[in-house]
């Protein structure tokens, strides 16, 4: 079974960085696009940015500029490199990988636990 497991996460005062990790392991043939989500209380999950397997990216309005998303083919990894965070970017951020397994060579799309970003002062 293949699983996404998120770190970097924490708190920071604004203005500040954080650079989140999320590793794939497992059965994992290729993978397609990975992208990071955020979910704040009491609201929907949004896309914060997303990479697919050409390097193509795509970020939220309100990120763009500030964060920067890259990934390691080699390591099945993808990164998000947080710069000048505010109280906004506040959230539960989640890992997000669409990939095909070895086993029957199947589409999948999977999700890491989240880890908590918090920005205060």
């Known amino acids: 079974q293949v699983q996404l497991v998120e770190s970097g996460g924490g708190l920071v005062q604004p203005g500040g960085s954080l650079r989140l990790s999320c590793a794939a392991s497992?059965?994992?043939?290729?993978?397609?696009?990975m992208g990071w989500y955020r979910q704040a209380p009491g609201k929907p999950r949004e896309l914060v940015a997303r990479?697919?397997?050409?390097?193509?990216?795509n970020y939220a309005g309100s990120v763009k500029g500030r964060f920067t998303i890259s990934r390691d083919n080699a390591k099945n990894t993808v990164y998000l490199q947080m710069n000048s965070l505010k109280p906004e970017d506040t959230a539960v951020y989640y890992c997000?990988?669409?990939?095909?397994?070895?086993?029957?060579?199947?589409?999948?799309?999977?999700w890491g636990q989240g880890t908590q970003v918090t920005v205060s002062s």
């Open positions: 997000n990988a669409i990939m095909v397994v070895t086993t029957g060579l199947q589409l999948y799309d999977y």
């Open positions: 990479i697919d397997s050409g390097g193509n990216t």
């Open positions: 497992g059965s994992i043939f290729s993978i397609n696009t």
